[in-house]
Nanobody
C-alpha cells in the first residue's frame, strides 16, 4: 500500500509563493509518474504538473512559467514550487503517483492540501 502525505498549503496573497510537499511511503524514483492535481470548488480535478520517471515534466498552460515540480530521492518527496500566485490558483492540491501495470496505470492519491490565494 502506497501512502502519500501532502503538506505546505496555506493562505497567501496574490503574487506570493508557496512550496507544497508530498512525502511518499516508497522510493519516489520507482513510480512511473508523479504529479500534482488541483480541484477548485465546483470544478473538476485538473492536472497541474507531471513528472515521468525520466524526469521530463509537463505543465498545464495556466501554470507554465510559474510552477515547478521536482523530486528528492533522499527524502522520497515530490515538491510543487508555486510562484506569482493568482486568486484563480485557489484550490485543494493533490499529490498523485502512478505505477504502470501492463498497459494501465495504478493511481495513488494523497489527502489534499488547501491553497488559498487572496487578491
Amino acid at each position: 500500500q502506497v501512502h502519500l502525505v501532502e503538506s505546505g498549503g496555506d493562505l497567501v496573497q496574490a503574487g506570493g509563493s508557496l512550496t507544497l510537499s508530498c512525502a511518499a511511503s516508497r522510493n519516489i524514483f520507482t513510480f512511473a509518474v508523479v504529479a500534482w492535481y488541483r480541484q477548485a470548488p465546483g470544478q473538476e480535478r485538473e492536472s497541474v504538473a507531471t513528472m515521468v520517471a525520466s524526469g521530463m515534466t509537463t505543465y498545464a498552460d495556466s501554470v507554465k512559467g510559474r510552477f515547478a515540480i521536482s523530486r528528492d530521492g533522499a527524502k522520497n518527496t515530490v515538491y510543487l514550487r508555486m510562484n506569482s500566485l493568482k486568486p484563480e490558483d485557489t484550490a485543494v492540491y493533490y499529490c498523485n503517483a502512478r505505477d504502470l501495470r501492463n498497459t494501465n496505470y495504478v493511481h495513488y492519491w494523497g489527502q489534499g492540501t488547501q491553497v488559498t490565494v487572496s487578491s
